[in-house]
């Protein structure tokens, strides 16, 4: 099975995000990974999950080695991963699968999302590799060229992985609450402390901060280091691995327990902008889990669809049966929403890369935006699927298991979703965010020139009106209230994007001559932010086979669908 050709959204909007030469450089690349991803991938994934990683602490002479030993199948992926497709170099070695340039940020999510869909937990270290590499670049290129070099590689063997330790007992969510001490030895600093969680425990360059003397208390206090897995002269750093975690989930990448005992280390950038550089390190991995997140929905959904239209229960396959349909629906929504709004966060860093001020202030509100939402969706998602599966859903045989134990890390993984709703306030406050959201969204509604487009747009632009009220009332109200209310704010704004986008894109596919198909989607998305009670059968249970597949839909059904919440989005 090519999961590619199973997803009616991918290429569609990738039709619309890309250059024509982008578009037609990753088609090949689309049909390819699709095709692995579908086959060989998902066997390996299964094979790494249920042979986790191993801590092999010492030689057989008693030497301390701290080597964490793979199965073979996580080799292979991590060649597939990393070499084949150079998912963790495309965004900053040139010439990677051919383009003659940097691969665009669209691109890489895009296939990204394609490979998580089989294996999720190699999808940390690939992430963590690609954003060690964005840091060095962004913040000290000429000291860590080497570094840098060997973090972009598509050559597994001279490959180095990158990982981010950050958290220690004491210190997560508040992260001015480190402990670890750097001590400056003129050429190079040594590190001492504990770090709790650390994922990629064996990478070869690790990102981490310390408390630097003399320069403050809190986050202000910290410094961000280089910390290499060997010294300059080949020898081990001083940094043991106590144990792995025996996590709920993610089980073919191995997380641990690691203790600092002066370990060799080398400043990065300002030291003291450390805690503010590991941020923007922090950004990308928040929406790469957003990215993963939509993956395992698309997985999820995939699987509910393919099982539904198998089984057959009093002699109707569940997939015609009008209860299983409406159970299905919101699924397939929030699946194909998410991608989306994924795919727009690329599209945005792009350009905010490229020097665009306004996407920058763009994707900086998007990020967390969608980390906070999407991440619970997929939760909600995964569950449901397991659900639609029955028994078989609950063993292990099956990859719902896997999918669900998943999903929970993305709403905990750099940051909880209340951290994250605090961070989306904190982009209210000090940013104006959702003026920067309503002002480009809004200009965007009003280029949509279909008619049939025009009625949910003008909706979702009343909508975008009082969401910018709501949000002007929050920041300058008292701050108990205003972080009680956050989170519910974040998930209203967010499925806002998100509605505005399938509006959007419903507008291009019209234009492009491929019918209604994508307005169905977003009016039917529309109907469950703004239709109270909703009505008991939506249109779109009608052409659910369209929304799970592709295929044209009639205008007269996407209209259907509209008219269904017309009378509750007026009032």
């Given at each position: ?13 990738l ?31 299964a ?24 199965h ?61 590499a964005?840091i ?16 972009t ?87 043991r ?52 997140a ?25 997939f ?104 989306v ?46 949000a ?100």
């Amino acid at each position: 099975m090519n999961i590619a050709d199973r997803d009616p959204a991918l290429r569609p909007l990738l039709d619309q995000l890309l250059s024509g030469s982008d578009r037609e450089l990753i088609e090949p690349v689309l049909a390819d990974l699709g095709e692995i991803a579908g086959g060989e991938l998902d066997e390996l994934a299964a094979t790494a999950d249920a042979n986790p990683p191993v801590l092999r602490q010492y030689a057989a002479n008693g030497d301390r080695i701290d080597e964490v030993v793979f199965h073979p199948a996580y080799q292979r992926m991590s060649e597939l991963a990393f070499g084949r497709f150079g998912l963790a170099a495309m965004s900053h070695r040139e010439g990677v699968l051919g383009w003659p340039g940097r691969v665009p940020h669209v691109v890489k999510y895009a296939l990204s999302y394609l490979f998580v869909q089989a294996e999720f937990g190699l999808a940390c270290p690939v992430s963590m590799t690609d954003s060690a590499a964005r840091i060095l670049r962004l913040f000290d290129p000429d000291r860590f060229a080497a570094e840098i070099a060997a973090l972009t590689s598509t050559d597994v063997d001279r490959l180095a992985t990158g990982a981010m330790f950050m958290t220690e007992k004491q210190a997560g969510t508040d992260i001015g609450l480190t402990e670890t001490e750097a001590t400056d030895h003129g050429t190079h600093w040594t590190l001492r402390g504990h770090k709790w969680f650390c994922s990629n425990v064996s990478a070869d360059v690790i990102l981490t901060l310390a408390r630097v003397p003399g320069q403050g208390t809190g986050s202000r206090g910290l410094g961000m280091f280089l910390l290499p897995r060997l010294r300059p002269d080949g020898g081990r750093n001083s940094l043991r691995i106590d144990r792995l975690k025996n996590k709920l989930g993610t089980k073919s990448m191995a997380s641990g327990e690691v203790t600092l005992d002066d370990a060799y280390a080398v400043p990065v950038g300002d030291l003291s902008r450390g805690f503010l550089q590991m941020a923007e390190m922090l950004n990308v991995s928040r929406l790469s889990n957003a990215m993963r997140a939509a993956a395992l929905m698309r997985r999820a959904v995939r699987e509910s669809v393919d099982h539904t239209r198998g089984r057959a229960v009093f002699g109707q396959p569940l997939f015609e049966q009008p209860l299983m349909r409406v159970t299905l629906l919101p699924l397939l929504l929030d699946a194909e929403a998410a991608l989306g709004l994924v795919l727009e966060a690329a599209a945005g860093l792009d350009a905010a890369d490229a020097g665009d001020g306004q996407a920058a202030r763009l994707i900086r509100v998007l990020t967390p935006l969608a980390k906070h939402t999407v991440c619970k969706q997929a939760r909600h998602v995964t569950a449901e699927a397991m659900e639609v599966r029955g028994g078989n859903g609950y063993i292990e045989d099956w990859i719902n298991p896997r999918l669900l134990r998943d999903a929970h890390l993305g709403s905990i993984w750099e940051g909880s979703s209340n951290v994250i709703a605090l961070d989306v306030l904190r982009c209210l406050r000090r940013e104006q965010a959702h003026h920067v959201l309503a002002e480009v969204y809004l200009q965007r509604l009003t280029m949509l020139n279909s008619a049939a487009v025009k009625p949910a747009a003008q909706d979702l632009s009343a909508r975008w009106a009082a969401l910018r009220t709501r949000a002007d009332e929050l920041v300058s109200g008292d701050d108990f209230t205003a972080q009680a209310n956050i989170g519910r704010y974040a998930d209203d704004a967010c499925r806002t994007v998100m509605a505005t986008l399938l509006l959007e894109q419903a507008g291009r596919e019209i234009a492009a001559g491929l019918g209604y198909r994508k307005l169905l989607v977003a009016h039917t998305y529309l109907h469950r932010m703004l239709a109270a009670p909703p009505v008991p059968a939506p249109p779109a249970l009608a052409a659910l086979d369209q929304l799970a597949d592709g295929g044209w839909v009639g205008e007269d059904l996407a209209q259907a669908a509209y008219d269904a919440i017309a009378g509750p989005a007026a009032a």
